[in-house]
Protein backbone atom coordinates (compact mmCIF):
# COMPACT_ATOMS: atom_id res chain seq x y z
CA UNK A 1 0.00 0.00 0.00
CA UNK A 2 1.68 3.54 -0.76
CA UNK A 3 1.28 5.87 1.76
CA UNK A 4 0.89 9.32 0.59
CA UNK A 5 3.41 11.99 2.64
CA UNK A 6 2.05 15.28 4.19
CA UNK A 7 -0.15 17.51 1.72
CA UNK A 8 -0.81 21.05 1.76
CA UNK A 9 -4.03 22.55 0.97
CA UNK A 10 -5.00 24.74 -1.84
CA UNK A 11 -5.75 28.30 -0.99
CA UNK A 12 -7.35 30.46 -3.74
CA UNK A 13 -4.23 29.29 -5.75
CA UNK A 14 -1.40 28.51 -3.67
CA UNK A 15 -0.56 25.53 -1.09
CA UNK A 16 0.10 26.64 2.67
CA UNK A 17 0.15 24.19 5.84
CA UNK A 18 -2.79 25.11 8.09
CA UNK A 19 -3.13 24.20 12.00
CA UNK A 20 -4.35 21.51 13.20
CA UNK A 21 -2.78 18.34 11.74
CA UNK A 22 -5.33 15.49 10.18
CA UNK A 23 -4.33 12.13 9.74
CA UNK A 24 -6.37 9.81 7.14
CA UNK A 25 -6.72 6.07 8.11
CA UNK A 26 -7.36 3.18 5.63
CA UNK A 27 -10.81 1.72 6.95
CA UNK A 28 -9.56 -1.68 6.31
CA UNK A 29 -6.79 -1.81 8.37
CA UNK A 30 -6.31 1.71 9.91
CA UNK A 31 -2.86 1.90 8.56
CA UNK A 32 -1.64 5.89 7.91
CA UNK A 33 -2.97 7.51 4.49
CA UNK A 34 -1.61 10.46 4.71
CA UNK A 35 -1.87 14.15 6.48
CA UNK A 36 -3.01 16.83 5.96
CA UNK A 37 -3.93 20.14 8.20
CA UNK A 38 -7.36 21.92 9.08
CA UNK A 39 -7.14 25.68 7.67
CA UNK A 40 -7.44 28.63 10.52
CA UNK A 41 -10.05 31.35 10.28
CA UNK A 42 -7.43 33.51 8.90
CA UNK A 43 -6.66 31.10 5.74
CA UNK A 44 -10.61 31.04 5.46
CA UNK A 45 -11.23 34.85 5.62
CA UNK A 46 -7.95 34.52 3.29
CA UNK A 47 -10.05 32.63 1.01
CA UNK A 48 -12.82 34.36 0.70
CA UNK A 49 -11.76 37.13 0.03
CA UNK A 50 -9.70 35.89 -3.01
CA UNK A 51 -13.06 33.87 -3.91
CA UNK A 52 -14.64 37.40 -3.54
CA UNK A 53 -11.90 38.88 -5.72
CA UNK A 54 -11.72 36.30 -8.58
CA UNK A 55 -15.65 36.77 -9.35
CA UNK A 56 -15.56 40.29 -10.03
CA UNK A 57 -13.54 39.18 -13.26
CA UNK A 58 -14.60 35.38 -13.65
CA UNK A 59 -18.37 36.50 -13.61
CA UNK A 60 -17.17 38.07 -17.47
CA UNK A 61 -15.16 35.52 -18.42
CA UNK A 62 -16.12 33.90 -21.83
CA UNK A 63 -17.79 30.84 -21.90
CA UNK A 64 -15.27 29.14 -24.12
CA UNK A 65 -12.55 29.92 -21.68
CA UNK A 66 -15.07 28.29 -18.77
CA UNK A 67 -15.42 25.21 -20.91
CA UNK A 68 -11.75 25.18 -21.93
CA UNK A 69 -10.92 24.75 -17.58
CA UNK A 70 -13.35 21.96 -17.19
CA UNK A 71 -12.30 20.34 -19.97
CA UNK A 72 -8.82 20.38 -19.20
CA UNK A 73 -9.81 19.36 -15.78
CA UNK A 74 -11.38 16.17 -17.22
CA UNK A 75 -8.30 15.68 -18.99
CA UNK A 76 -5.86 15.77 -16.07
CA UNK A 77 -8.34 13.34 -13.69
CA UNK A 78 -8.10 10.87 -16.90
CA UNK A 79 -4.33 11.02 -16.80
CA UNK A 80 -3.90 10.20 -13.11
CA UNK A 81 -7.08 7.61 -13.29
CA UNK A 82 -5.21 4.67 -11.06
CA UNK A 83 -3.96 7.49 -8.82
CA UNK A 84 -7.40 8.91 -8.26
CA UNK A 85 -8.69 5.39 -8.04
CA UNK A 86 -6.11 3.73 -5.43
CA UNK A 87 -6.33 7.30 -2.94
CA UNK A 88 -10.02 6.99 -3.07
CA UNK A 89 -10.35 3.32 -1.97
CA UNK A 90 -7.17 3.77 0.86
CA UNK A 91 -9.65 6.93 2.09
CA UNK A 92 -12.94 5.27 1.80
CA UNK A 93 -12.57 1.66 1.97
CA UNK A 94 -14.59 1.41 -0.99
CA UNK A 95 -13.44 -1.34 -3.58
CA UNK A 96 -11.02 -0.86 -5.73
CA UNK A 97 -13.61 -1.24 -8.95
CA UNK A 98 -16.36 1.23 -7.57
CA UNK A 99 -13.56 3.90 -6.89
CA UNK A 100 -12.44 3.52 -10.95
CA UNK A 101 -16.09 3.92 -11.56
CA UNK A 102 -16.51 7.05 -9.71
CA UNK A 103 -13.62 8.85 -12.01
CA UNK A 104 -15.22 7.49 -14.94
CA UNK A 105 -18.35 9.04 -13.46
CA UNK A 106 -16.39 12.62 -12.23
CA UNK A 107 -15.20 12.53 -16.09
CA UNK A 108 -18.49 12.66 -17.14
CA UNK A 109 -19.71 15.36 -14.55
CA UNK A 110 -16.77 17.61 -15.81
CA UNK A 111 -17.70 17.09 -19.33
CA UNK A 112 -20.86 17.58 -18.76
CA UNK A 113 -20.31 20.60 -17.42
CA UNK A 114 -17.52 22.05 -20.10
CA UNK A 115 -20.79 21.34 -22.49
CA UNK A 116 -23.56 23.22 -19.98
CA UNK A 117 -20.77 26.52 -20.05
CA UNK A 118 -21.50 26.91 -23.71
CA UNK A 119 -25.21 26.72 -23.41
CA UNK A 120 -26.72 28.63 -20.28
CA UNK A 121 -29.71 30.01 -22.33
CA UNK A 122 -32.03 32.77 -21.43
CA UNK A 123 -34.98 33.56 -23.40
CA UNK A 124 -37.16 35.96 -25.11
CA UNK A 125 -40.73 36.65 -23.86
CA UNK A 126 -43.42 38.55 -25.06
CA UNK A 127 -44.50 41.48 -22.71
CA UNK A 128 -47.45 42.66 -24.90
CA UNK A 129 -49.96 40.90 -23.13
CA UNK A 130 -51.91 43.74 -22.42
CA UNK A 131 -52.16 46.98 -24.17
CA UNK A 132 -49.44 48.54 -21.82
CA UNK A 133 -47.05 46.24 -22.99
CA UNK A 134 -47.59 47.21 -26.71
CA UNK A 135 -44.14 47.72 -28.37
CA UNK A 136 -41.92 46.30 -25.38
CA UNK A 137 -39.92 42.97 -25.10
CA UNK A 138 -38.54 41.21 -22.46
CA UNK A 139 -35.11 39.11 -22.84
CA UNK A 140 -33.68 37.01 -19.54
CA UNK A 141 -30.68 36.19 -18.85
CA UNK A 142 -28.83 34.29 -15.68
CA UNK A 143 -25.89 35.55 -13.97
CA UNK A 144 -23.86 33.88 -11.63
CA UNK A 145 -24.50 34.55 -7.92
CA UNK A 146 -20.82 35.14 -6.65
CA UNK A 147 -18.58 32.88 -3.92
CA UNK A 148 -19.78 29.21 -3.17
CA UNK A 149 -19.29 27.16 -0.43
CA UNK A 150 -19.89 23.66 -1.22
CA UNK A 151 -19.41 21.20 1.46
CA UNK A 152 -18.99 17.27 0.86
CA UNK A 153 -19.08 13.82 2.97
CA UNK A 154 -16.57 11.17 2.82
CA UNK A 155 -18.29 8.26 0.47
CA UNK A 156 -17.89 9.99 -3.00
CA UNK A 157 -14.81 12.09 -2.57
CA UNK A 158 -14.32 13.01 -5.80
CA UNK A 159 -17.68 12.91 -7.88
CA UNK A 160 -19.71 14.95 -5.01
CA UNK A 161 -17.56 17.49 -4.63
CA UNK A 162 -17.05 17.26 -8.80
CA UNK A 163 -21.14 17.88 -8.72
CA UNK A 164 -20.54 21.51 -7.10
CA UNK A 165 -17.05 22.49 -7.94
CA UNK A 166 -17.65 21.92 -12.02
CA UNK A 167 -20.96 23.80 -12.21
CA UNK A 168 -20.00 26.52 -10.21
CA UNK A 169 -17.17 27.36 -12.54
CA UNK A 170 -19.23 26.48 -15.49
CA UNK A 171 -21.71 29.36 -14.49
CA UNK A 172 -18.68 31.78 -13.88
CA UNK A 173 -18.68 31.30 -9.57
CA UNK A 174 -15.96 30.91 -7.31
CA UNK A 175 -15.82 28.26 -4.95
CA UNK A 176 -14.45 27.10 -1.58
CA UNK A 177 -14.64 23.39 -1.18
CA UNK A 178 -14.47 21.98 2.30
CA UNK A 179 -14.69 17.97 2.34
CA UNK A 180 -14.94 16.16 4.96
CA UNK A 181 -11.87 15.28 7.57
CA UNK A 182 -12.64 11.78 6.81
CA UNK A 183 -11.35 11.66 3.42
CA UNK A 184 -9.98 15.20 2.13
CA UNK A 185 -7.14 13.80 0.11
CA UNK A 186 -9.03 13.26 -2.88
CA UNK A 187 -10.19 16.54 -3.53
CA UNK A 188 -6.89 18.33 -2.61
CA UNK A 189 -5.48 15.81 -5.48
CA UNK A 190 -8.42 17.40 -7.73
CA UNK A 191 -7.20 20.82 -6.45
CA UNK A 192 -3.60 19.87 -8.11
CA UNK A 193 -5.12 18.52 -11.42
CA UNK A 194 -7.54 22.11 -11.39
CA UNK A 195 -4.25 24.05 -10.77
CA UNK A 196 -2.10 22.11 -13.15
CA UNK A 197 -5.01 22.86 -15.56
CA UNK A 198 -5.03 26.93 -15.46
CA UNK A 199 -7.57 27.76 -13.25
CA UNK A 200 -7.08 31.09 -12.66
CA UNK A 201 -6.14 31.97 -8.65
CA UNK A 202 -9.09 32.64 -6.33
CA UNK A 203 -12.16 30.62 -8.25
CA UNK A 204 -11.30 27.28 -6.33
CA UNK A 205 -10.04 26.93 -2.89
CA UNK A 206 -10.11 23.25 -1.13
CA UNK A 207 -9.67 23.39 2.41
CA UNK A 208 -10.52 20.80 5.61
CA UNK A 209 -12.38 23.32 8.71
CA UNK A 210 -13.30 22.83 12.29
CA UNK A 211 -16.85 23.68 12.75
CA UNK A 212 -15.80 26.81 14.09
CA UNK A 213 -14.19 27.96 11.13
CA UNK A 214 -16.92 26.40 8.29
CA UNK A 215 -19.71 28.34 10.52
CA UNK A 216 -17.82 31.93 10.01
CA UNK A 217 -17.44 31.11 6.16
CA UNK A 218 -21.54 30.04 6.61
CA UNK A 219 -22.25 33.12 8.53
CA UNK A 220 -20.45 35.06 6.23
CA UNK A 221 -22.71 38.04 4.10
CA UNK A 222 -19.51 37.78 0.85
CA UNK A 223 -20.09 34.26 0.47
CA UNK A 224 -23.85 34.09 -1.51
CA UNK A 225 -24.70 30.49 -1.29
CA UNK A 226 -23.91 26.86 0.69
CA UNK A 227 -24.14 23.86 -1.28
CA UNK A 228 -24.17 21.02 1.01
CA UNK A 229 -24.54 16.97 0.91
CA UNK A 230 -24.45 15.00 3.90
CA UNK A 231 -26.78 13.47 6.73
CA UNK A 232 -30.27 15.41 7.31
CA UNK A 233 -29.42 16.13 10.95
CA UNK A 234 -26.09 18.34 10.50
CA UNK A 235 -27.88 19.81 6.83
CA UNK A 236 -30.68 21.28 8.35
CA UNK A 237 -28.74 22.75 11.11
CA UNK A 238 -26.71 24.00 8.19
CA UNK A 239 -29.63 25.91 6.98
CA UNK A 240 -30.72 27.21 10.11
CA UNK A 241 -27.46 29.12 10.32
CA UNK A 242 -26.63 29.75 6.68
CA UNK A 243 -29.25 33.30 7.22
CA UNK A 244 -30.05 34.52 3.96
CA UNK A 245 -27.93 32.87 1.47
CA UNK A 246 -28.94 30.39 -1.29
CA UNK A 247 -29.00 26.94 0.06
CA UNK A 248 -28.80 23.57 -1.65
CA UNK A 249 -29.19 20.26 0.59
CA UNK A 250 -29.16 16.21 -0.41
CA UNK A 251 -29.25 14.69 2.25
CA UNK A 252 -29.78 11.37 3.81
CA UNK A 253 -32.53 9.51 2.61
CA UNK A 254 -34.31 5.58 3.37
CA UNK A 255 -34.78 4.33 -0.41
CA UNK A 256 -38.12 2.18 -1.07
CA UNK A 257 -37.75 -0.38 -3.62
CA UNK A 258 -41.35 -1.69 -4.66
CA UNK A 259 -41.44 -5.39 -6.52
CA UNK A 260 -45.11 -5.87 -8.04
CA UNK A 261 -46.39 -9.30 -8.95
CA UNK A 262 -45.24 -8.92 -12.72
CA UNK A 263 -42.20 -8.30 -12.33
CA UNK A 264 -38.77 -9.83 -13.90
CA UNK A 265 -38.21 -11.06 -10.38
CA UNK A 266 -34.15 -12.35 -11.61
CA UNK A 267 -33.49 -9.07 -12.54
CA UNK A 268 -35.30 -6.88 -9.81
CA UNK A 269 -33.02 -9.34 -7.64
CA UNK A 270 -29.65 -8.77 -9.13
CA UNK A 271 -30.59 -4.86 -9.28
CA UNK A 272 -31.50 -4.62 -5.36
CA UNK A 273 -28.60 -6.71 -4.42
CA UNK A 274 -26.32 -4.22 -6.51
CA UNK A 275 -27.66 -1.17 -4.95
CA UNK A 276 -27.89 -2.52 -1.34
CA UNK A 277 -24.45 -3.53 -1.18
CA UNK A 278 -22.29 -1.25 -3.07
CA UNK A 279 -20.13 0.45 -1.06
CA UNK A 280 -21.42 -1.55 2.02
CA UNK A 281 -24.66 0.58 1.56
CA UNK A 282 -22.87 3.80 2.73
CA UNK A 283 -24.83 5.85 -0.21
CA UNK A 284 -27.51 8.24 0.50
CA UNK A 285 -30.06 6.28 -2.40
CA UNK A 286 -29.11 2.73 -1.21
CA UNK A 287 -32.13 0.22 -1.20
CA UNK A 288 -32.90 -0.43 2.23
CA UNK A 289 -36.61 -1.09 2.03
CA UNK A 290 -38.17 -3.79 -0.33
CA UNK A 291 -41.77 -3.97 -0.74
CA UNK A 292 -42.51 -7.31 -2.41
CA UNK A 293 -46.59 -8.19 -3.50
CA UNK A 294 -46.84 -11.27 -1.84
CA UNK A 295 -47.11 -13.60 -4.83
CA UNK A 296 -43.70 -13.17 -5.29
CA UNK A 297 -42.39 -12.94 -2.12
CA UNK A 298 -40.76 -15.98 -1.59
CA UNK A 299 -39.32 -15.84 -5.08
CA UNK A 300 -37.55 -12.68 -4.56
CA UNK A 301 -36.53 -13.35 -1.20
CA UNK A 302 -34.36 -16.49 -2.48
CA UNK A 303 -32.92 -14.71 -5.30
CA UNK A 304 -31.69 -11.90 -3.13
CA UNK A 305 -30.30 -14.18 -0.59
CA UNK A 306 -28.49 -16.22 -3.30
CA UNK A 307 -27.08 -13.04 -4.95
CA UNK A 308 -25.92 -12.10 -1.54
CA UNK A 309 -23.98 -14.73 -0.12
CA UNK A 310 -22.08 -15.13 -3.16
CA UNK A 311 -20.55 -11.41 -2.67
CA UNK A 312 -17.06 -11.38 -1.99
CA UNK A 313 -15.52 -9.61 1.43
CA UNK A 314 -12.41 -8.46 1.71
CA UNK A 315 -9.59 -5.76 1.87
CA UNK A 316 -10.96 -2.96 -1.03
CA UNK A 317 -7.64 -2.85 -2.91
CA UNK A 318 -8.71 -6.87 -4.21
CA UNK A 319 -10.03 -6.26 -7.57
CA UNK A 320 -12.21 -9.35 -6.56
CA UNK A 321 -13.86 -7.60 -3.60
CA UNK A 322 -17.26 -6.36 -3.46
CA UNK A 323 -17.76 -5.20 0.06
CA UNK A 324 -15.34 -3.88 2.39
CA UNK A 325 -15.36 -2.12 5.68
CA UNK A 326 -17.71 0.39 6.89
CA UNK A 327 -16.16 4.07 7.56
CA UNK A 328 -15.44 3.89 10.96
CA UNK A 329 -16.13 1.83 14.16
CA UNK A 330 -18.93 4.07 15.34
CA UNK A 331 -20.59 3.52 12.26
CA UNK A 332 -19.55 -0.30 12.84
CA UNK A 333 -21.18 -0.23 16.47
CA UNK A 334 -24.50 1.64 15.45
CA UNK A 335 -25.54 -0.52 12.22
CA UNK A 336 -25.07 -3.74 15.15
CA UNK A 337 -27.17 -2.01 18.05
CA UNK A 338 -29.92 -1.19 14.87
CA UNK A 339 -29.60 -4.77 13.54
CA UNK A 340 -29.81 -5.99 17.19
CA UNK A 341 -32.73 -3.87 17.52
CA UNK A 342 -34.59 -5.37 14.64
CA UNK A 343 -34.14 -9.10 15.24
CA UNK A 344 -35.69 -8.16 19.27
CA UNK A 345 -38.95 -6.91 17.49
CA UNK A 346 -39.65 -9.82 15.16
CA UNK A 347 -37.20 -9.63 12.38
CA UNK A 348 -35.52 -12.77 10.52
CA UNK A 349 -32.39 -13.02 8.90
CA UNK A 350 -32.35 -14.54 5.93
CA UNK A 351 -28.73 -13.89 5.46
CA UNK A 352 -25.96 -12.14 6.99
CA UNK A 353 -26.00 -10.40 10.20
CA UNK A 354 -22.64 -11.06 11.49
CA UNK A 355 -19.84 -8.51 11.50
CA UNK A 356 -16.00 -8.58 12.52
CA UNK A 357 -15.30 -5.08 13.48
CA UNK A 358 -16.06 -2.72 10.43
CA UNK A 359 -16.46 -5.50 8.13
CA UNK A 360 -20.28 -6.38 7.69
CA UNK A 361 -21.55 -8.88 6.03
CA UNK A 362 -24.36 -8.29 3.53
CA UNK A 363 -27.54 -8.34 5.56
CA UNK A 364 -31.00 -9.31 4.26
CA UNK A 365 -34.02 -9.48 6.66
CA UNK A 366 -37.47 -9.73 6.49
CA UNK A 367 -40.50 -8.45 8.04
CA UNK A 368 -38.40 -5.95 10.49
CA UNK A 369 -41.39 -3.66 11.84
CA UNK A 370 -42.11 -0.03 10.53
CA UNK A 371 -41.17 1.71 13.70
CA UNK A 372 -37.46 -0.26 13.60
CA UNK A 373 -34.66 2.01 12.71
CA UNK A 374 -33.65 -0.20 10.00
CA UNK A 375 -36.86 0.69 8.80
CA UNK A 376 -37.36 3.89 9.53
CA UNK A 377 -34.41 5.90 9.62
CA UNK A 378 -31.16 5.89 7.26
CA UNK A 379 -29.26 2.60 7.27
CA UNK A 380 -25.97 3.45 5.55
CA UNK A 381 -25.29 -0.10 5.68
CA UNK A 382 -25.25 -3.37 3.93
CA UNK A 383 -28.44 -4.60 4.92
CA UNK A 384 -31.34 -4.55 3.32
CA UNK A 385 -35.36 -4.98 4.47
CA UNK A 386 -37.93 -7.47 2.81
CA UNK A 387 -41.57 -7.07 3.57
CA UNK A 388 -44.54 -7.84 1.54
CA UNK A 389 -47.55 -6.35 0.13
CA UNK A 390 -51.29 -7.49 -1.70
CA UNK A 391 -52.10 -3.96 -3.43
CA UNK A 392 -49.98 -1.79 -5.38
CA UNK A 393 -51.43 1.42 -3.78
CA UNK A 394 -51.15 0.40 -0.32
CA UNK A 395 -47.20 -0.07 -1.51
CA UNK A 396 -46.71 3.00 -2.75
CA UNK A 397 -48.47 4.59 0.47
CA UNK A 398 -45.75 2.53 2.59
CA UNK A 399 -42.93 3.74 0.45
CA UNK A 400 -44.11 7.32 1.37
CA UNK A 401 -44.52 6.17 5.33
CA UNK A 402 -40.83 7.52 5.54
CA UNK A 403 -39.73 11.18 6.23
CA UNK A 404 -36.74 10.68 3.86
CA UNK A 405 -37.82 11.25 -0.29
CA UNK A 406 -34.30 11.17 -2.25
CA UNK A 407 -35.25 8.03 -4.71
CA UNK A 408 -37.17 5.20 -4.94
CA UNK A 409 -37.32 2.43 -7.18
CA UNK A 410 -40.49 0.21 -9.11
CA UNK A 411 -40.20 -3.17 -10.90
CA UNK A 412 -43.25 -3.48 -12.60
CA UNK A 413 -44.68 -4.01 -16.40
CA UNK A 414 -48.07 -2.22 -15.57
CA UNK A 415 -48.00 0.93 -17.30
CA UNK A 416 -50.77 2.26 -15.07
CA UNK A 417 -48.50 1.08 -11.65
CA UNK A 418 -45.57 3.06 -13.23
CA UNK A 419 -47.46 6.32 -13.43
CA UNK A 420 -49.64 5.64 -10.07
CA UNK A 421 -46.20 5.14 -8.82
CA UNK A 422 -44.35 8.30 -10.36
CA UNK A 423 -47.80 10.24 -9.87
CA UNK A 424 -47.98 9.29 -6.07
CA UNK A 425 -44.20 8.09 -4.75
CA UNK A 426 -43.05 11.33 -2.77
CA UNK A 427 -39.22 10.97 -3.92
CA UNK A 428 -37.22 13.14 -6.20
CA UNK A 429 -36.60 10.33 -8.86
CA UNK A 430 -38.51 7.04 -9.41
CA UNK A 431 -36.54 4.62 -11.31
CA UNK A 432 -39.04 2.04 -12.95
CA UNK A 433 -37.27 -1.42 -13.55
CA UNK A 434 -34.36 -0.35 -11.91
CA UNK A 435 -32.77 0.19 -7.95
CA UNK A 436 -33.05 3.67 -6.15
CA UNK A 437 -29.37 3.41 -5.71
CA UNK A 438 -29.15 3.63 -10.22
CA UNK A 439 -27.74 7.68 -11.10
CA UNK A 440 -26.15 9.26 -14.24
CA UNK A 441 -24.58 12.14 -13.80
CA UNK A 442 -26.45 14.47 -15.93
CA UNK A 443 -30.02 14.18 -14.50
CA UNK A 444 -31.19 16.18 -12.11
CA UNK A 445 -30.96 14.70 -8.62
CA UNK A 446 -32.04 16.06 -5.09
CA UNK A 447 -34.97 15.11 -3.04
CA UNK A 448 -38.03 16.40 -0.66
CA UNK A 449 -39.33 16.16 2.48
CA UNK A 450 -36.03 15.80 5.12
CA UNK A 451 -33.78 14.70 1.92
CA UNK A 452 -33.10 18.70 1.43
CA UNK A 453 -34.02 20.65 -1.63
CA UNK A 454 -33.00 21.64 -4.68
CA UNK A 455 -31.28 19.42 -7.63
CA UNK A 456 -27.59 18.62 -8.66
CA UNK A 457 -26.88 17.52 -12.31
CA UNK A 458 -24.85 19.92 -14.10
CA UNK A 459 -27.96 21.80 -16.27
CA UNK A 460 -30.19 21.62 -12.75
CA UNK A 461 -27.14 22.91 -10.49
CA UNK A 462 -26.21 25.68 -12.78
CA UNK A 463 -30.00 26.88 -12.15
CA UNK A 464 -29.67 26.92 -8.50
CA UNK A 465 -26.11 28.57 -8.85
CA UNK A 466 -27.26 31.85 -11.20
CA UNK A 467 -30.07 34.07 -11.13
CA UNK A 468 -32.21 35.48 -14.26
CA UNK A 469 -32.62 39.06 -14.90
CA UNK A 470 -34.98 40.43 -16.65
CA UNK A 471 -34.28 43.37 -19.57
CA UNK A 472 -37.19 45.03 -20.49
CA UNK A 473 -37.33 46.94 -24.01
CA UNK A 474 -39.82 49.62 -25.06
CA UNK A 475 -39.39 50.37 -28.60
CA UNK A 476 -40.27 54.01 -28.73
Not at 93 to 109: M, Q
Not at 123 to 134: F, K, S
Not at 438 to 458: Q, T
Request: hydrophobic share 40%; aromatic share 6%.
Amino acid sequence: MAVTTTTRFYLAGSWEEGGKPLEVRYPYDDRLVGTTSYATADQARRARDAAVEAFGSNRRTPAYERRAWLEAIRDGIRARREEFGELMTLETGKPIRDSLTEVDRALLTFGTAAEEAVRINGEVIPLDVAAWGRGRTGIVKRFPIGPILAISPFNFPLNLPAHKIAPAIAAGNTVIAKPTSKTPLTLLKLAEVAHEAGLPHGILSVMPMDHEVTDMLLKDDAIKMLTFTGSSEVGWGLKARAGKKRVLMELGGNAAVIVDRDADIRHAAQRIVAGGFVFAGQTCISVQRVLVHERVFDSLARDVVELAEKLVLGDPLDQKTDLGPVIDDEAAQRITEWLDEAVKAGARVLTGGEGNGRMIDPTVLADAPATTRVCREEAFAPLINLSRFSDFREALQEANSTSYGLQAGVFTNSLDNMLDAFDELEFGGVMVNEASSWRIDPMPYGGVKDSGFGREGLRYAIQEMTDPKLLAINRV
